[in-house]
């Protein structure tokens, strides 16, 4: 996806893949195929700022992922962050920091507990200590 230059290009074939996903019988729908390209449109929408496009399917992945049995904590956690950095960008820091929050929960449940700046786990205090800062609570946002 990232070597498509053309959003148009892009967004023809991201409808392509949901259309032909649609089109196979119940049986071979793979329900964590379809958290896939939802959150794969919702991303290709965010990356354009086209917020309202993005968070529908970001957050239909994000159903998905909760109904899959057992719970993926790491796509989960990832559906999380992509919504807490949707709302963020929408202005809505308070629900941000809620998404943000679940998935470092998700990321404990998954048993990464690293530091290390550049894992995950690093970026996603990023992305809390931000909505901290984003809601005013400066000193939380340092720690």
């Known amino acids: 996806m990232l070597e498509i230059a053309s959003y148009v290009e892009l967004e023809s074939l991201m409808e392509a893949l949901r259309s032909a996903f649609d089109s196979l019988p119940e049986s071979q729908k793979d329900k964590g195929l379809l958290a896939d390209i939802c959150s794969s449109t919702g991303l290709m929408w965010a990356h354009r700022g086209l917020f309202v496009f993005s968070e529908p399917n970001l957050r239909e992945a994000n159903d998905i992922r909760l109904s899959v049995r057992p719970l993926d904590q790491l796509e989960l956690s990832w559906t999380s962050v992509n919504l807490g950095n949707v709302t963020a960008s929408t202005d809505r820091s308070d629900e941000a920091l ?37 809601l005013g609570h400066y000193q939380v946002a340092h720690a």
């Open 98 to 134: 809620s998404w943000q929050l679940s998935a470092l929960e998700a990321r404990r449940k998954w048993g990464d507990e690293t530091h290390n700046p550049l894992s995950p786990n690093g970026l996603l205090t990023q992305n809390i200590g931000r909505c901290y800062r984003l």
